[in-house]
């Protein structure tokens, strides 16, 4: 008895140790070369890095460096070329429902409502109308588009269409979240908003996010680290802890830690994007 006891707990201790280590995304020795013909693009030459369940990465990096190739492989919707990219343990070999993407610009079906548009994937994976619908309610709540459901996609701002977006992929409940520039598209002002709102509903929903920008001060905002990417072929050059407060408001941005935490990661940028303009000359 004694003994099975002891088993347990060295189960039990071995499980926490498991949690505790475990990690939702892992990049190891990743490259990717684009061959077409006799022309040969390499897009990304040894990224590595990890993220834990619940963290919010955001990526840095210059143009054209490998961003958006990076996070389709993640998404799996590219193939590595070397190198083993995990999400939970699981090698990523296609797209799965436990990992959602938003792009750029909202997909919405435009002649369907809002409501229908977020309860689809719920509708395709099973879910019965009624109960898609609700839940599709829920979720435009979440991303505060209470009384939008009737409305269709034209009738909404790019923000508003965004949010929608977003919603539908929460919908599916995934693990981890992989945003590409999704606020790219938008005016200032709005994507202020859109980065708070995001806040939000990140602490709410606990998911893991890995999210590319341009922008320095969305990716210290946002980010519990910021992870800055060389020129093309992209490679992590730096990976930084963002201590700030959270959950945080705009007024943070006021703040000598962000300025300081900005003009660190403007200078890395800076270095890396005149060395890639440097190369591609030659
Ligand atoms: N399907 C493809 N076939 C061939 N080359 C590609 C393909 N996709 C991307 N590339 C090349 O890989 C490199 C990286 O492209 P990627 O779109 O990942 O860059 P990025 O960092 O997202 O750029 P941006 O910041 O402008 O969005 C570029 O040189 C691009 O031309
Ligand atoms: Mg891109």
Known sequence: MERAHADDLTEVAAGLTHSLDELSVSVTDLTKVFRRGNREVTALDGVNFTARPGEFVTVLGPSGCGKSTLLHILGGFESASTGSVEVFGKSVTGPGRERGMVFQSATLFPWWTIQRNVA???????????????????????????????????????????????ARTLSLEPQVLLMDEPFGALDAQTRELMQEELNRIWQASGTTVVFITHDIYEAVFLGDRVLVMSGRPGRIVADISIDLPRPRGHDVKGSPEFSDYHARLWNLLRDEAIASEFLSRD
Do not use: C, N
């Open 120 to 166: 689809w994937p719920l509708e395709v994976g099973g879910m019965g109308r009624k109960a898609s619908r609700a839940r599709a309610d829920d979720l435009l709540e979440l991303v505060g588009l209470t009384g939008f459901g009737d409305a269709y996609p034209g009738e909404l701002s790019g923000g508003m269409q965004q949010r929608a977006g977003i």
